[in-house]
């Protein structure tokens, strides 16, 4: 189960990108992921360490995609 106390280390998410785009990632704090609005997918961060392999991804849902992309 995911720590909410574990924090990413913000110098990692600045070199960190999507294995599968190659782009940008968002940190999603509330729910312990890095999303890759190009991919589609929500990589998990367990305790404090991202799992950034596309098979542990899950794929955004067109809602959450939407959220994203209104962002930028």
Do not use: F, H, W
């Amino acid at each position: 189960m995911a720590n909410p106390a574990a924090e990413l280390d913000p110098r990692l998410l600045e070199i960190l990108v999507c294995p599968l785009s190659k782009g940008p990632l968002t940190y999603d704090r509330a729910r312990q992921e890095l999303l890759s609005v190009q991919a589609g997918l929500a990589y998990p961060i367990r305790d404090g360490i991202p799992i950034m392999l596309i098979d542990e991804a899950r794929s955004l849902d067109d809602g959450e995609k939407a959220s994203l992309a209104g962002r930028s």
